[in-house]
């Protein structure tokens, strides 16, 4: 199962363009890259997810490099509430295998005023 | 309204018994999942279903069991024999197991003393 790194933390100023970067080197040609976040003690929520072409949608972007070994996720205007941790996770598909989604330690975004 | 719905959100039990947490969605969804997250870390997969009556063991299944004889639910029932149960459990579903995104409930604390 192909692994993800992300930084432990980081900050951005509200407002500004919060981009977490994301590590799948030993990412294989069936695996997505998915996008999770959690608040404390909630349920991880959706945000986006891609195969290889970069994907946009209300919440964010997803930039994912030509050799799809890194990804970023653009939050274009942060907020307070984007304050949180997110989870950059590879998802497996096809015959025989679970979808299960691999999560990492994620990053801890702190979105400050 | 449509969603995965866990229950209870905190939980109590005695050590030696036997508990079992609900998970029901009425998303028509056939894969349903089932996490273990401990304090600062990220999710560990504890069992998985890609159809109903049909389920495997994850990463973390010892002390665990689980049923899934209707679509719409999947409960984990956490044994005696399981050696640190205290944790928040989510449950999670899919369409199915390819690429489709993955929808968390709002977990369950569950707490042994």
């Known amino acids: 199962d192909a692994k993800t790194t992300q930084p432990p933390s980081m900050d951005c100023a509200e407002g500004r363009a919060a981009n977490l970067p994301c590590n799948h080197s030993?990412?294989?040609?069936?695996?997505?890259v998915y996008w999770y976040r959690q608040i404390h003690s909630q349920g991880p929520q959706y945000i986006i997810h891609g195969l290889k072409n970069n994907e946009t949608n209300e919440m964010a972007s997803l930039i994912i490099t030509e050799d799809r070994k890194s990804s970023t996720l653009i939050l274009p205007h942060a907020t307070l509430r984007d304050t949180a941790v997110y989870y950059c996770?590879?998802?497996?598909?096809?015959?025989?295998?679970?979808?299960?989604?691999?999560f990492g330690q994620g990053t801890t975004l702190q979105v400050k005023p | 309204d449509g969603g995965i719905t866990q229950s209870p959100k905190y939980l109590f039990r005695k050590e030696g018994q036997n508990v079992t947490l609900s998970c029901e969605q009425n998303?028509?969804?056939?894969?349903m999942y089932w996490y273990r997250q401990d304090p600062g870390q990220g999710l560990r997969l504890i069992y998985y279903?890609?159809?109903?009556?049909?389920?495997q063991k994850g990463d973390i299944a010892e002390g665990y069991s689980v049923s899934r004889e209707k679509k719409e639910s999947f409960p984990l029932t956490v044994t005696s024999a399981q050696k640190n149960p205290t944790a928040f459990y989510l449950c999670?579903?899919?369409?199915?197991?390819?690429?489709?995104?993955?929808?968390f409930g709002q977990g369950t604390r569950l707490t042994v003393v």
């Open positions: 999670a579903s899919s369409i199915n197991s390819v690429n489709t995104e993955a929808f």
């Open positions: 996770i590879v998802r497996i598909y096809g015959s025989g295998n679970t979808g299960k989604l691999i």
């Open positions: 030993t990412i294989s040609g069936n695996e997505y």
């Open positions: 279903s890609q159809i109903v009556n049909d389920f």
């Open positions: 998303l028509n969804h056939d894969a």
